[in-house]
């Protein structure tokens, strides 16, 4: 079936009654206008900022400030220290959204210097962005039904609603109603997107059940035309997906599942691996597809993994890492996965040791943690760092990579 809206003109005029005029950072209250300043403007001198809301002064030193580094409300973490480069170490640069009680970050996207992503899972879940400065969060859209996957082009954001089984978006900006793009009768998941096309993925049934149903959908831009005939396929539980300029990969989270790229342009459909256990998470670079694995309830037991294919199938899947590496580390379970061809590393997030993990994208030397602790979720690459969602506490997070 296809449905052709205009982006354009679905999206409503009205104003959110959530427009985020100001976001609380920790105990205190900051100023958008403020929060994601480096200081020079404003009325306030090269790094400095006003981050209490007071026009009198510019009370904070951008430079040196760890409570404020860089940005009103960045936080340098761990005894971190601040200097003009930044936070020593990891720098959280959000947090506690949506709510500081039931914060549930889920999964992020970095576009044009803002980091988006979702988070809650019930009926209380939103949207948000921030500068990956830090500063004051952006509320994109509020009561949502478990926000799951998050794209981003130049024509709006693009989000899964999980509960309510429908593919949604909005401005930027956040200035108009969200608008449901695809109204579908089952799950969907991940979402990846460019400036040409969207991509969505949706499951049939439970997690890891194949059925009548599960398919890879596509909404072409800028006319937001919907295509929910692009790749069915009822032998598989699709999870998340990422794109190229050419194919579509994507997970079948199923207990013996599959890894698959399917071209953009006729939706046919090429294995890339076989009888992997309960495959979740995937990433692309110009020559390999990473995918994590990740055994759940009954098969726990069975190996987790960091794997990668050539992109072409011409060669079988190998581990980079496997949960044998790291013996001394109870309930490795790696989770999300990002890479990119600015460096030699692929990076995850492991939720039950818990970590953030880096290693050579061939499988050598051994894995490092870049951060131990809280709840990691999300995770994106962009210029020199890697950015993470905590679920637990509902912060996003970035460190140099």
């Not at 949502?144 to 978006?169: C, E, M, R």
């Not at 013996?256 to 342009?265: H, K, L, M």
């Not at 060669?315 to 061809?341: L, M, R, Y």
């Not at 030397?365 to 905590?390: C, H, K, N, Q």
Request: net charge negative.
């Amino acid at each position: 079936m296809r449905q052709a809206f205009g982006i354009g003109s679905i999206l409503c005029v009205a104003i959110m009654a959530a427009a985020a005029c100001t976001s609380v950072l920790g105990d205190f209250t900051v100023s958008e206008a403020s929060a994601t300043s480096t200081g020079g403007g404003d009325g306030c001198a090269a790094g400095t900022a006003d981050c209490d809301g007071n026009p009198d002064d510019c009370e904070v030193n951008l430079l040196d400030d760890p409570q404020n580094c860089g940005a009103c409300g960045a936080v340098c973490l761990d005894g971190g220290r601040c200097s003009a480069t930044g936070c020593s170490g990891v720098t959280e640069i959000a947090r506690g959204f949506p709510t500081i009680e039931a914060p549930n970050a889920n999964l992020l996207t970095v576009y044009q210097g803002e980091v988006y992503w979702t988070a809650g899972e019930g009926t209380d879940g939103s949207v948000q962005k921030v500068s990956v400065l830090g500063g004051a969060v952006t509320t994109l859209a509020v009561g949502q039904n478990a926000p799951y996957g998050i794209a981003v082009n130049q024509h709006g954001v693009f989000w899964s609603n999980l509960n309510d089984k429908d593919v949604l978006t909005v401005d930027r900006n956040g200035a108009r109603t969200p608008e449901v793009l695809f109204d579908s009768d089952f799950a969907t998941l991940g979402v990846a997107a460019d400036e040409d096309a969207v991509f969505w993925a949706q499951r049939a049934a439970g997690i890891g059940t194949p059925g009548e149903g599960s398919l890879i959908g596509k909404i072409t831009m800028p006319d937001a035309e919907v295509d929910d005939e692009f790749h069915e396929d009822n032998n598989v539980s699709p999870h998340l997906i990422a794109i190229d300029r050419e194919h579509v990969y994507w997970v079948d989270r199923s207990l013996r599942g599959s890894v698959n790229r399917t071209q953009r342009a006729t939706g046919d459909t090429q294995r890339l691996a076989r009888e992997q256990p309960f495959p979740y998470a995937i990433a692309v670079d110009d020559d390999h597809v990473y995918w994590t694995n990740s055994p759940r309830g009954d098969h726990a037991g069975e190996l987790s993994a960091v794997m990668r294919a050539p992109k072409d199938g011409s060669e079988d899947a190998a581990a980079v890492w496997t949960a044998i590496e790291d013996d001394d580390v109870a309930h490795a379970s790696p989770d999300c996965i990002a890479v990119d061809g600015s460096d030699e590393f692929v990076y995850w997030t492991d939720q039950g040791s818990p970590r953030v993990m880096r290693k050579r994208k061939d499988g050598t030397g051994r894995a490092r943690p870049l951060y131990e602790g809280g709840t990691p979720r999300g995770i994106a690459l962009a210029g020199g760092f890697v950015f993470w969602a905590d679920e637990s506490s509902g912060t996003i997070r970035k460190r140099a990579r």
